[in-house]
């Protein structure tokens, strides 16, 4: 291994280090966090794509324009039943869940 290869810090390794390890509360209540700006940041990706705005996609869906915004920006938590109409009605898609154990 090169000097700077072992300088190298991994994603895991650095949550590790600055978060707790994987159980702890700071480590989960960061992993929620990501997951739900995840939700946001694949919503916003999805609508970018399809070309349509907040405010059309919020058309579509019977919903305000800041309400789509504030699930694209993490500032609201949207329900299963909410993401499903918003993928299907306004984006033309699909919600696959997947549950790890």
């Given at each position: 291994?090169?000097?700077?290869?072992?300088?190298?810090?991994?994603?895991?390794?650095?949550?590790?280090?600055?978060?707790?390890k994987v159980?702890?509360?700071?480590?989960?209540?960061?992993?929620?966090?990501?997951?739900?700006?995840?939700?946001?940041?694949?919503?916003?990706?999805?609508?970018?794509?399809?070309?349509?705005?907040?405010?059309?996609?919020?058309?579509?869906?019977?919903?305000?324009?800041?309400y789509i915004?504030?699930?694209?920006?993490?500032?609201?938590?949207?329900?299963?039943?909410?993401?499903?109409?918003?993928?299907?009605?306004?984006?033309?898609?699909e919600v696959?869940?997947?549950?790890?154990?």
């Open positions: 291994m090169s000097k700077s290869e072992s300088n190298i810090t991994t994603l895991g390794q650095f949550k590790d280090k600055h978060f707790g159980g702890t509360v700071s480590r989960d209540e960061l992993e929620n966090g990501y997951t739900d700006f995840k939700i946001g940041a694949l919503l916003h990706e999805a609508r970018v794509q399809k070309g349509l705005t907040q405010e059309q996609l919020a058309e579509k869906v019977g919903t305000t324009k800041s915004s504030k699930i694209e920006n993490n500032i609201k938590e949207v329900r299963l039943s909410t993401l499903k109409k918003i993928v299907e009605l306004g984006l033309g898609g696959e869940l997947m549950i790890k154990l």
